[in-house]
C-alpha cells in the first residue's frame, strides 16, 4: 500500500486532488499544516507529500529540509502561490519531483502524483550545472519521467509569457527534447542530454545535446521531414515497423513554433530561438 500526504490549508485545492486521484491501492491522509505533517511523517513512511498551495516555495523548502532528516526517500511535490526563477532553481537544487504554482489544474498534480508514486531512481534525473535566472544548465536522463518533470519546470520558468507564445515555446522545447532522447539515446536511462535554458533582452533560446552520433548526411525515414509532397504520412509505416512510438512530427513541428531552428553539423546539437521583442 503506498501513502501520499497532502497539507491542506486548502480544502478545495485538496478535495480537487483527491478526486482526480486514481489510486486503488494507495492511501491519502490530510495534515492540518507543516507540524501535523512532520508528526505523521515521524509516525509513519509516505511516498508522496505535496506542500500546503498557501505556503511560499521558500518556505517549502524548508519543510522539505525537514522532511528529509525524517524521511529520506519521499517524493516532495511542491504547490505554491507563486514561483520566480529563482525559486524554480532553488527547487531543482533541492531535487524537488515537480513545482506547481497558482492557478494549477489539480488533475494535473493528480497524474503527477501517480507519477511520483510509479518512479524508481529518480533523484540523479535532473541535474542542476549551472543556474541563474538568466541561464540555467542542467544534465538529464533519457527517460519519458525525466521529460515529464522537466516540462513542468519549465513551465514555471516560462510563466510571465502569454499565450499562444508560450505554449508554442513548451511545444517546441518537448519535441526537441523528445527528439533527443529517442533518437539521439534510444530513451537509454544509462545516457543523458545536456539542455540549457538562456534568456535575453529580445530572446528566449533553449539548447540541446545529446551523446547519439547525430544525423549528418542520413536520411530521417523516421521524421515528417523526409516525406515526399505525395505521401505526408509515409514515415509511420517506417515507425510502425521499426516499433517505435507514434510520432515523427517533432522537428518539423518546432520549426514550425520557433522563430529560429538551428542544428549543428552533426546534427546532436540543436538551438530553439524564439524572440520576444
Known sequence: MQRILIIRDDPKVALGIQESLQL???SIEVAEGDADALRRLRLSAFEVALTSPKSTIQEDLSLITEIERI???VRTIVLAPEATPEDVIAALRARVFACFSSPFDTAEVAAMIERALQA???RRCIEVLTAQPNWIGLRVTCQMLTADRLMRFMNELSSDLLDPDRTALLTAFREILLNAMEHGAGFDPEKVVEVSAIRTE???VYHFCDQGPGFRGKELPHSALSNPPENPLGHMEY??????RPGGFGILLAQQLVDELIFNELGNEVLLIKYTA
Open 24 to 26: 486503488p491501492h494507495s
Open 71 to 73: 524521511r529520506p526517500g
Open 120 to 122: 524508481g531512481d529518480w
Open 202 to 204: 529580445r530572446a528566449i
Open 239 to 244: 515507425r510502425i515497423a521499426q516499433g517505435m
